[in-house]
C-alpha cells in the first residue's frame, strides 16, 4: 500500500527567512503525482503546488518549491522569504492515475513568527 | 467558475440521529470524492464517484454510510443511526482527468459534524 511520512510535526520559521518541509513516500509505481497543500485553521484546504514524476524539473509556484528526489522517494516543500500568512497546516499527498484517491501524509504545523 | 461547496458547514446532532451533507463540485469535473479528517490527521479517503457512478468506498466506510450523485452532478452523504466516533470534518473535492490541472483535486470548505 501507499504511504506518505511527513517526518515533522510541527515547524516554525522567522518571517521573511526560508523554511523547508519534509515528505517521503512509498510507492512501486512509475506513474503519479505529488502534491502539497496547505491548510489554514479553520479553513479551506488549497493546493499549493504539484510536481509530476515523469518530470526532472522540479515545480515552482512564487515562493513555494519542491525538490523532487525520485531515487529516495522524497518530496519536500521549500517556503521562501515566509510570510504570517503562510501559517497552516501542509500536508504533502500521492496520487497515482489508476489509484485515485489521494493519500495523504500526517502533516505539518507551520508556525509563522514576526 | 466557482469553487467546490458543501452544505451545512457545521452540524451538531445527538446520537442516533440521520444526517445528510451535500456537495457541489466545480462544475466540469467529473470526478468527486468525500474524505474524512479528524483533528490533526490528514484527511481519509471514503469513497469516490466518476461522473453518477460510485467506483470505489473505503473500509471506512461501514454500512451506515451511503453516498449518492444523481445525474453527476452533486452528491450527497448520508450517515445513518450516527455515533460519537463520527464526530470529524467530511470533506468534499473535485477533479478533472485531462488538461493542464488534471488529477489536482479541489476542496470544498468541509462540513463539520459533531455527535452529541
Known amino acids: 500500500a501507499q504511504t506518505v511520512t511527513q517526518s515533522q510535526p510541527e515547524m516554525s520559521v522567522q518571517e521573511a527567512e526560508t523554511v523547508t518541509l519534509s515528505c517521503t513516500y512509498d510507492t512501486s509505481e512509475s506513474d503519479y503525482y505529488l502534491f502539497w497543500y496547505k491548510q489554514p485553521p479553520s479553513r479551506q484546504m488549497i493546493l499549493v503546488i504539484r510536481q509530476e514524476a515523469y518530470k526532472q524539473q522540479n515545480a515552482t509556484e512564487n515562493r513555494f518549491s519542491v525538490n523532487f528526489q525520485k531515487a529516495a522517494k522524497s518530496f519536500s516543500l521549500k517556503i521562501s522569504d515566509s510570510q504570517l500568512g503562510d501559517a497552516a497546516m501542509y500536508f504533502c499527498a500521492y496520487i497515482t492515475p489508476g489509484n485515485t484517491p489521494l493519500v495523504f501524509g500526517k502533516g505539518t504545523r507551520l508556525s509563522v513568527i514576526a | 467558475d466557482t469553487g467546490v461547496s458543501q452544505d451545512p458547514r457545521h452540524k451538531i446532532t445527538k446520537r442516533g440521529q440521520n444526517v445528510t451533507f451535500r456537495c457541489d463540485p466545480i462544475s466540469e469535473h467529473n470526478r468527486l470524492y468525500w474524505y474524512r479528517q479528524t483533528l490533526g490527521q490528514g484527511p481519509e479517503f471514503l469513497t469516490y464517484?466518476?461522473?453518477?457512478?460510485?467506483?470505489?468506498k473505503s473500509r471506512l466506510l461501514s454500512d451506515r454510510f451511503s453516498a449518492e450523485r444523481p445525474k453527476g452532478s452533486f452528491s450527497t452523504l448520508e450517515i445513518q443511526r450516527t455515533e460519537q466516533g463520527d464526530s470529524a470534518m467530511y470533506l468534499c473535492?473535485?477533479?478533472?482527468?485531462?488538461?493542464?490541472?488534471?488529477?489536482?483535486?479541489?476542496f470544498g470548505p468541509g462540513t463539520r459534524l459533531t455527535v452529541t
Open positions: 473535492a473535485s477533479t478533472r482527468l485531462w488538461g493542464r490541472h488534471s488529477y489536482e483535486q479541489y
Open positions: 464517484f466518476q461522473n453518477e457512478a460510485q467506483l470505489e
